[in-house]
């Protein structure tokens, strides 16, 4: 990576100087937080995988999924003590209260959890995982944010777990081709979640491919989705199928549970999905 940046000039200027900073280990992991300027509410963890391809291989992207696992309640406790409310306290002393929404890119290293970035927006595709799992109107929410009222809002959540699976252009995060035809949108839409990023509407009302990530593939844990997947069942993967990491859940946040007993129905779902899109 510093080779390309600094003797390929990748970057151009922007990549002919790095900052050296601590070296720290261990699985990341992305706590989206509501802020009204001095209370903060987070949201159910989750997990942006970076790499490309199967078992944390290739080169980094924007994200290839989001599982949303939840971190230990321990681990949660910490970093509510020790980073969100600071963070949220240091904003206000500074005399800029922060309202809307803090993106918390964390490292649980083995001296516990540390910062590696802020945000202040939502994750992509962090979002599509953690906010299909909300159950209070998310316009009340920002009004609270923005009154200041966060305090005196119960916010709900669904119980069981969510996975955003990227589809991505072939050759992302490199060059790639444009304007390839993608169907079955409607079909795969009865099965699950479907959200475009990389995609242009023709005139005839066609969809093409239009960009690295091209759409977000959301399935969760609700009874329903299970439901649609015996109905339909799973279909063979074509070899011309979209780049995609197939379960990017794999690599864990915790110990085993959040994603094992998922992964064997949900990869077959987003399987299934998978293949209507290209067919």
């Not at 949201?43 to 790499?51: A, E, L, T």
Request: aromatic letters at 8%.
């Amino acid at each position: 990576a510093v080779r390309s940046m600094m003797d390929g000039r990748k970057f151009g200027q922007a990549g002919a100087r790095v900052v050296v900073e601590e070296c720290m280990t261990g699985p990341e992991v992305t706590v989206l937080a509501f802020c009204d300027g001095e209370h903060l509410v987070p949201m159910p963890s989750s997990q942006d995988h970076k790499r490309a391809f199967d078992g944390n291989q290739g080169p980094n992207t924007g994200g290839m999924g989001a599982p949303s696992p939840n971190y230990t309640p321990e681990v949660a406790r910490r970093c509510m003590e020790e980073i969100f409310l600071p963070t949220v306290a240091a904003l206000k002393a500074e005399g800029r209260p922060f309202q809307g929404v803090l993106y918390f890119g964390l490292m649980l290293t083995p001296d516990g959890p540390k910062v590696v970035e802020y945000n202040a927006r939502f994750g992509d595709p962090e979002c599509q995982a953690v906010l299909s799992l909300l159950e209070t109107d998310l316009l009340d929410i920002f009004l609270a944010c923005r009154n200041g009222t966060l305090d005196r809002l119960n916010i709900r959540w669904k119980d069981g777990a969510a996975c955003c699976l990227v589809l991505a252009s072939g050759g992302y995060p490199g060059s790639y081709a444009k304007g390839l035809p993608i169907t079955g949108l409607e079909d795969a839409g009865q099965q699950a979640v479907v959200f475009h990023a990389g995609t242009k509407l023709g005139d005839d009302g066609t969809v093409f491919t239009n960009g690295g990530r091209v759409l977000g593939v959301r399935a969760g844990s609700e009874r329903r989705d299970r439901q649609r997947l015996r109905r339909r069942g799973a279909h063979p993967l074509p070899g011309h199928a979209l780049p995609h990491r197939h379960w990017p859940g794999l690599k864990p946040l915790r110990p085993k549970g959040c994603y094992c007993w998922l992964s064997n129905w949900m990869l077959r779902l987003v399987a299934s999905i998978r293949a209507v899109l290209l067919r």
